[in-house]
């Protein structure tokens, strides 16, 4: 037989370990860019072709859009867009370059006053959006769109202007919390894990932990949800666990949480692989192809986090 000049990746795992149902699940269902990331993480693929699949979103400006956040669809950059992009390269080892200096641009161009990040630039106006990421004309700062933007940047020691007044707004946003909701606090957590001032992050951390646990931001019992209210405007249903907020055991957040409540929350994370191998959106859904896209980003996402914490997949 003729060689067909395809990449020899590792065998398969086995046909029924959580890794093998979430294999079949990606290709079923999963873009060319949640393809590559599972190839890369789960079956020794090549960073390169990541990048490449990521290139398909980026725009002239620096920034990315095309829907790469699923929950935001049209062609324009967004701050949403260009974090998930810098999530991507970070997975992979490539946040670093001319491509990150001209995403370090963009930021710039798209920063608000105080030199943060909007959630949402106007620029998304008529273009189909979630409702639940509302578009106004001039919006404000917003700790969940710059935290994890700003503590992923330091964390490759990417050294850039726009750095500087972006760090002290995250600063002045998380020791201000008095009272917050779990993607904010998630937001908090991505800054502290790698904020260079490690005895300040210590102590932002300790006080964040004990916040969420005398507000019931984290399920503690997955047996016994109904003790924990939902926050205004999540989905029904949609709590959150300690493994979201310690999705490896070197975050500030693990400190929070006891080995029995830990070990609880990813038994749960575990459990909730469904039939077709993937991971539900616990978010709400608005739309059928925003729904399907991010399956399988959050699917990965389970994977990495029972794997950091030592659960085996395959």
Not at 18 to 38: K, M, S
Not at 144 to 159: C, S
Not at 178 to 204: G, M, N, Q, W
Not at 297 to 309: D, G, K
Request: glycine share 6%.
């Amino acid at each position: 037989m003729a060689e067909t000049g395809a990449p020899s990746l590792p065998q398969s795992p086995a046909p029924h370990t959580p890794v093998a149902r979430a294999e079949r699940f990606v290709w079923l269902t999963a873009r060319v860019l949640e393809q590559r990331l599972f190839a890369h993480h789960f079956r020794g693929g090549a960073a390169d072709p990541v990048e490449t699949a990521l290139d398909a979103y980026r725009n002239e400006d620096g920034g990315y859009g095309h829907a790469l956040e699923p929950d935001l669809r049209g062609p324009v950059s967004q701050p949403l867009h260009t974090a998930h992009a810098l999530r991507v390269l970070d997975a992979v080892g490539r946040c670093a370059g001319q491509r990150v200096e001209r995403m370090c641009r963009y930021l710039t161009s798209v920063s608000t006053a105080d030199g943060a990040l909007p959630a949402i630039h106007p620029s998304q106006r008529g273009y189909p959006t979630a409702p639940f990421v509302p578009v106004v004309e001039d919006p404000p700062s917003d700790l969940l769109a710059t935290g994890p933007v700003v503590g992923l940047l330091h964390r490759n020691e990417v050294w850039h202007a726009w750095l500087f007044r972006a760090t002290d707004f995250c600063w002045q946003a998380v020791e201000s919390l008095e009272k917050s909701h779990p993607y904010e606090i998630e937001a908090a957590v991505a800054f502290l894990d790698s904020a260079p001032d490690r005895t300040r992050a210590e102590a932002a951390a300790d006080r964040l932990g004990r916040l969420v646990r005398e507000h019931r931001l984290a399920a503690l019992d997955p047996e016994n949800l109904d003790v924990y209210p939902v926050p205004p405007g999540y989905a029904q249903g949609e709590h959150h666990f300690p493994y979201d907020y310690a999705r490896t055991p070197c975050s500030l957040a693990r400190a929070w949480f006891t080995d029995e409540e830990m070990a609880r929350s990813l038994d749960h994370l575990a459990a909730q692989q469904q039939e077709d191998g993937g991971w539900p959106v616990r978010w709400r859904r608005w739309a059928s192809a925003p729904a399907l896209e991010a399956r399988p980003v959050v699917t990965i996402e389970a994977l990495r986090t029972l794997s950091a914490y030592g659960r085996g997949i395959g």
